[in-house]
């Protein structure tokens, strides 16, 4: 069923007109994986669809226009996972994790509610992060660190996230690890956007693919559809070894084109 | 970890809290009474106390509640709202080295009541100087926050702070240099320097309502700041509306610190070295520095008051010359410690 939907989308960062004319419809309980060569739109378009940035066009969220809704039930539709994690003071962990009820009204993580307090203890219980929850995030590792990130992100009980390179700058077991923890996340019936450079996780974990080119949707489907040795020589421009392991597509980048 | 260990968790760190905001007021309270009692007389802290509610000699009644409380009173708001700028500023910008004084507002606030002196426009005691100083002081954050931007590296905070505070010391020297009357230099080389000393009750009718409105506005923020600890489109995702609290901010800081200044001149670096000396205590959340570090402002500034009082030297030592001579060596500390950070461009 279409939770998210946007039809005839533009957006312009100063007077560079970024994303061109965009229609998707996408379903609860999906893992969309949001590709695209660097430069192509990818985070505008996250940050549209969440209603962080002005665009022309029309976005739904749930049958709701977006720009009907004010900010605080944005924040509660759309739980938005920026680039790099960052966390600028050395709060713990905990705090972090508290921070993603701010949108339900909780704003002290000291006195948060019965209900809030399940939440953060689901959430961090959801991506393993109870045991560290008092140490301070700066003093986390990278994987520890995007987990807690993770945390935060789930603690908002959104139908919808918005993931920005979720996996980046992790090493192979943390990058599937997350993977595997959003993947589980769609499939209890949230509707996942992953940015992504990795086509071999796009491939293995996602259910939809959009390809983004220069600011238009150059293709969108099921993952071995949407990266098709046309598009991958297109707009990728690489080729690609192309298999199937444990029936799930393997989509390797071999060379340029 | 359970339900029952986090809650107590929190309970343990919210009782530590509790506990250094106690002793921290403490300590105000009794500088508070220190600084009453200090002067050509000097009278107890049981004098003190008993002159505040009308007991004791009448003379002791006079010294306390009309020639030393507005003094004590100044002090105390105007230590406040500094320490409370620095600790919003830093919770707004995410970043430890922000302070109004670096920022060049108390400069500019100094500049706009300068001005309307020099053109004659007022005299010291009216409400136009507040009201020239906290246009000022908005003019100079404004300015600061449009050149940093929504990054707000570190570098270039600093830089065009240091812009902004050189151009506002020029602009004061300008007026300085065209005003034919030496009463008005005079008056000028007072605003640079910063006093309380000879402080009335309608000084204190001029700076308090600014400085309220200015403490009321900043700390309406407070959990905004803590959101923002995960930067500005994190915490905007989360329904903090940040062009508005950028905006309340700089209104914040302008309203405290150009009603500060109107009366007192310009004294530094109280708001970059109060919540420093909180997070050790409190922690790094922004959103509980607020409180603490205002506390801790006032005891500084009350402090600092008292020592130019009782440090013996021939002329009196200013207030505000005292705070950036301890201040200053402090923020070399502090770049000295933040070296990686800066280094690296970004904070």
């Known amino acids: 069923m279409t939770l998210l939907s946007a039809t005839h989308l533009n957006a312009s960062l100063g007077s560079r007109h970024v994303l061109h004319d965009i229609s998707l419809s996408l379903s609860s309980g999906h893992l969309v994986a949001l590709v695209g060569p660097n430069g192509a739109g990818k985070t505008t378009l996250l940050r549209a669809l969440a209603g962080l940035i002005p665009s022309r066009g029309d976005i739904r969220i749930g049958g709701d226009a977006l720009s009907s809704l004010s900010l605080r039930e944005r924040s509660r539709r759309f739980a938005y996972l920026p680039q790099g994690h960052m966390v600028h003071w050395p709060l713990p962990a905990r705090d972090i994790v508290a921070l993603g009820r701010y949108p339900h009204g909780a704003t002290d993580p000291a006195r948060l509610s019965p209900d809030d307090m399940a939440a953060v203890l689901r959430a961090m219980q959801a991506v393993d992060v109870i045991a560290f929850g008092d140490r301070r995030v700066t003093e986390l590792s990278g994987g520890e660190r995007s987990r807690v990130a993770l945390a935060r992100v789930l603690a908002v009980e959104a139908p919808v996230i918005l993931a920005d390179e979720p996996a980046a700058s992790l090493d192979p077991r943390h990058q599937i690890d997350v993977m595997q923890r959003l993947r589980g996340v769609a499939d209890a019936g949230v509707l996942v956007v992953v940015v992504t450079h990795d086509l071999g996780l796009a491939a293995r974990f996602a259910d939809h693919v959009l390809v983004l080119s220069e600011g238009r949707l150059a293709s969108q489907g099921a993952p071995v559809e949407a990266l098709s040795e046309a598009v991958m020589a297109e707009v990728v421009r690489i080729s690609a070894y192309r298999a199937e392991y444990q029936r799930e597509a393997v989509i390797v980048p071999w060379a340029d084109v | 970890m359970s339900v029952q260990d986090f809650a107590l968790a929190a309970e343990v760190a919210a009782r530590r809290r509790l506990g250094a905001t106690v002793a921290l007021t403490a300590l105000v309270v009794l500088l508070v ?78 500049f706009g009541a300068v001005l309307v002196i020099a053109l004659g426009l007022a005299d010291v005691r009216s409400f136009a100087l507040p009201v020239a100083a906290i246009i000022a002081a908005f003019g100079s954050v404004f300015a600061l926050l449009a050149i940093a931007g929504r990054t707000a590296g570190l570098l270039i905070l600093i830089l065009s702070g240091l812009a902004i505070s050189s151009f506002a010391g020029a602009a004061t020297a300008l ?20 006093s309380l000393e000879d402080r009335s009750f309608q000084h204190v009718m001029i700076a308090l309502p600014f400085i309220v409105a200015g403490a009321v506005i900043l700390l309406s923020q407070a959990s905004s700041f803590r959101a923002l600890t995960l930067g500005e489109e994190a915490a905007q995702s989360l329904g903090v509306d940040v062009a508005r609290l950028r905006l309340f901010v700089i209104s914040g800081v302008a309203l ?67 705070t950036s001579i301890i201040g200053v060596p402090f923020f070399l500390y502090l770049i000295m410690r933040e070296r990686r950070v800066l280094g690296g461009g970004v904070a």
């Open chain 2, 175 to 194: 007026v300085m240099n065209l005003s034919s009357n030496p009463f008005v230099a005079l008056e000028i080389a007072f605003w640079l320097l910063g």
């Open chain 2, 33 to 110: 009474l220190i600084s009453l009692g200090i002067g050509p007389v000097r009278l107890s802290p049981l004098t003190v106390i008993a002159a505040l509610f009308g007991g004791g000699s009448d003379v002791a009644q006079v010294i306390v509640r009309e020639i030393r409380l507005p003094r004590t009173i100044l002090a105390f708001a105007i230590g406040g709202i500094l320490g409370l700028s620095g600790a919003a500023l830093q919770g707004l910008l995410r970043n430890p080295l922000a302070s109004p004084s670096l920022f060049g507002a108390p400069q500019a606030a100094a």
């Open chain 2, 256 to 322: 405290g610190v150009g009603g500060a200044v109107a009366v007192t001149g310009t004294i530094g670096f109280i708001g970059l070295v109060a919540p420093h000396l909180m997070r050790p205590v409190i922690g790094h959340d922004p959103a509980r520095l607020l409180v603490p570090s205002a506390l801790a402002g006032s005891a500084l500034l009350l402090a600092a008051d008292i020592a130019v009082r009782v440090i013996p030297s021939t002329s009196d030592i200013k207030v505000g010359v005292l």
